[in-house]
């Protein structure tokens, strides 16, 4: 198997920062065209990213801007990215502060999250609003992405539309707990478990929940537990899967990221009617 299809099926769990300065691929290695610009931080960092055409075809009225997990850069994603925007829409990746081409910083590898990645976020966002008129923003985030989405709603929200989160971690103390018990690996939160949970209690902006049904780190059970807990009541969509796996999950002949994309399509089409 080569570099590339290896990180198209890479599950992307390690639970640990463990971030990637080199590029596997780019997206005009697949043929998708794409811009690469800097975003720069409130506290002087510049983000490497990269805005992938919508397909003309039936390009639509939204962006989505990715926040990945906890490994790797913004090239693990390069074909989830061209998936979403061979739909339609403008697509944001972003590499924070200490991944890929953006600019150093001292990592924590055994954090759950940088707070600072929030602020690395919030830049994105604002970049977004500027670069892309008259177009919606929505925000992906995934595993850690989550927390940061989290941890940033409160300076984003009046910029955003809508959240899709997958592998959506409710409780830091949890997390910490099941990833000790299951990886063996001891891991910390940058934040209070308390104040991180009464930043999602707010959430009240269509939210799409993802949650993979063998998923022993963030579980159905969290899903299912808290969902009205939420301002308002998020959609929430299980696969039969793992963490972070449900991109992979393949039902009615759909290939990779059939299934997954076609519930985000659903999703975001049904917030536009409204």
Known sequence: MNKSLFFLFLPLNLLAIDPDKEYTITPDSIGWEYEELTATTEDGYDLNTWIYAPNPDNEKDEVLVLVYPDAGNMSYFVYHASIMANLGYTVVTFDYRGFGKSDDFDIKSDYLFHTEFATDLEAVVNFTEKKIKNKGIGVWGLSMGTMVTTYAFQEIKNKIEFLIYDAFVYNPADHIQRTKSLKGKETYSPIESNEYIQKWKVIDIPLLLFA??????????????NRDVFSIKPEIEFFAGGHLMGFQHKIDNKGFGGWYSSQMQEFIEVISLN
Request: charged letters at 45%; glycine letters at 8%; hydrophobic letters at 20%.
């Open 212 to 225: 993979g049904k063998e998923d022993k780190i963030t579980t159905v059970q969290d899903a299912k537990t």
